[in-house]
Protein backbone atom coordinates (compact mmCIF):
# COMPACT_ATOMS: atom_id res chain seq x y z
CA UNK A 1 0.00 0.00 0.00
CA UNK A 2 1.46 3.48 -1.14
CA UNK A 3 -0.23 7.18 0.02
CA UNK A 4 2.09 9.25 -1.95
CA UNK A 5 1.24 12.86 -1.10
CA UNK A 6 2.75 16.11 -3.11
CA UNK A 7 1.66 19.64 -3.90
CA UNK A 8 3.31 21.27 -1.06
CA UNK A 9 5.51 24.49 -0.61
CA UNK A 10 6.46 27.90 0.03
CA UNK A 11 3.41 30.24 -0.40
CA UNK A 12 1.96 33.83 0.67
CA UNK A 13 -0.20 34.55 3.16
CA UNK A 14 -3.65 34.63 1.35
CA UNK A 15 -2.48 32.30 -1.28
CA UNK A 16 -3.20 28.80 -2.65
CA UNK A 17 -1.85 25.76 -3.02
CA UNK A 18 -3.37 22.28 -4.17
CA UNK A 19 -2.01 19.24 -2.66
CA UNK A 20 -2.74 15.38 -4.71
CA UNK A 21 -2.56 11.82 -2.87
CA UNK A 22 -2.52 8.75 -5.40
CA UNK A 23 -2.96 5.79 -3.40
CA UNK A 24 -1.74 2.30 -4.79
CA UNK A 25 -2.16 -1.04 -3.11
CA UNK A 26 -5.86 -0.53 -1.97
CA UNK A 27 -9.73 -0.81 -3.09
CA UNK A 28 -9.24 3.02 -3.40
CA UNK A 29 -13.22 3.30 -3.43
CA UNK A 30 -14.45 2.01 -0.59
CA UNK A 31 -12.33 3.39 1.86
CA UNK A 32 -12.70 7.18 3.56
CA UNK A 33 -9.89 9.31 2.40
CA UNK A 34 -8.68 12.04 4.64
CA UNK A 35 -6.16 14.82 5.10
CA UNK A 36 -4.44 15.38 8.14
CA UNK A 37 -1.81 17.67 9.43
CA UNK A 38 0.87 18.31 12.20
CA UNK A 39 2.50 21.83 13.24
CA UNK A 40 5.90 22.04 15.11
CA UNK A 41 4.94 20.97 18.64
CA UNK A 42 1.66 20.33 18.01
CA UNK A 43 -0.58 16.47 17.89
CA UNK A 44 -1.87 15.47 14.50
CA UNK A 45 -5.12 17.24 13.60
CA UNK A 46 -7.54 16.29 10.84
CA UNK A 47 -8.25 18.73 8.49
CA UNK A 48 -11.10 17.01 6.30
CA UNK A 49 -12.51 13.86 5.25
CA UNK A 50 -14.37 12.48 2.51
CA UNK A 51 -16.47 9.40 1.95
CA UNK A 52 -16.36 7.08 -0.63
CA UNK A 53 -19.79 8.42 -1.79
CA UNK A 54 -18.07 12.00 -1.65
CA UNK A 55 -19.20 12.95 1.63
CA UNK A 56 -17.19 15.75 3.36
CA UNK A 57 -16.38 17.15 6.98
CA UNK A 58 -14.10 20.08 7.70
CA UNK A 59 -12.38 20.95 10.46
CA UNK A 60 -13.62 24.76 11.62
CA UNK A 61 -10.61 26.45 10.97
CA UNK A 62 -10.54 25.09 7.78
CA UNK A 63 -14.34 25.00 6.22
CA UNK A 64 -15.03 27.83 3.94
CA UNK A 65 -10.97 27.94 2.92
CA UNK A 66 -10.33 23.97 2.00
CA UNK A 67 -12.00 21.68 0.00
CA UNK A 68 -11.70 18.18 -0.37
CA UNK A 69 -12.29 15.96 -3.58
CA UNK A 70 -11.63 12.68 -4.88
CA UNK A 71 -11.14 10.83 -8.17
CA UNK A 72 -12.26 7.27 -8.07
CA UNK A 73 -11.14 6.43 -11.15
CA UNK A 74 -7.68 8.13 -11.00
CA UNK A 75 -7.39 6.92 -7.14
CA UNK A 76 -6.40 10.32 -6.07
CA UNK A 77 -7.44 12.45 -3.27
CA UNK A 78 -7.38 16.43 -3.74
CA UNK A 79 -7.00 19.36 -0.95
CA UNK A 80 -7.37 22.48 -2.53
CA UNK A 81 -6.14 25.15 -0.38
CA UNK A 82 -7.54 28.92 -0.59
CA UNK A 83 -6.87 32.30 1.79
CA UNK A 84 -3.97 30.29 3.13
CA UNK A 85 -2.88 31.56 6.61
CA UNK A 86 0.44 31.26 8.53
CA UNK A 87 -1.42 29.15 11.02
CA UNK A 88 -2.04 26.53 8.19
CA UNK A 89 1.74 25.52 8.03
CA UNK A 90 2.34 22.09 8.63
CA UNK A 91 3.23 18.74 7.59
CA UNK A 92 0.21 18.03 5.30
CA UNK A 93 -0.38 13.70 5.61
CA UNK A 94 -2.60 11.59 3.31
CA UNK A 95 -5.25 9.03 5.42
CA UNK A 96 -7.02 5.87 3.87
CA UNK A 97 -9.32 4.16 6.45
CA UNK A 98 -11.97 1.65 7.08
CA UNK A 99 -12.99 -0.38 9.74
CA UNK A 100 -10.30 -3.08 9.27
CA UNK A 101 -7.20 -0.87 7.92
CA UNK A 102 -5.60 2.42 8.54
CA UNK A 103 -2.58 3.35 5.92
CA UNK A 104 -0.63 6.72 6.25
CA UNK A 105 1.62 8.89 3.27
CA UNK A 106 4.47 10.33 4.44
CA UNK A 107 3.31 13.56 4.25
CA UNK A 108 3.97 17.02 2.06
CA UNK A 109 5.48 19.77 3.90
CA UNK A 110 3.15 23.44 3.52
CA UNK A 111 5.13 26.90 4.71
CA UNK A 112 2.81 29.63 4.58
CA UNK A 113 4.89 32.55 5.23
CA UNK A 114 6.15 36.21 3.59
Known amino acids: VQLQASGGGLVEPGGSLKLSCAAS????????MAWYRQAPGNQRELVAD???????NYANSVKGRFTISRDNAKNLVYLQMNSLKPEDTAVYYC?????????WGQGTEVTVSS
Open 95 to 103: NARIVTSNF
Open 25 to 32: GIRFSIYL
Open 50 to 56: ITSGGNT
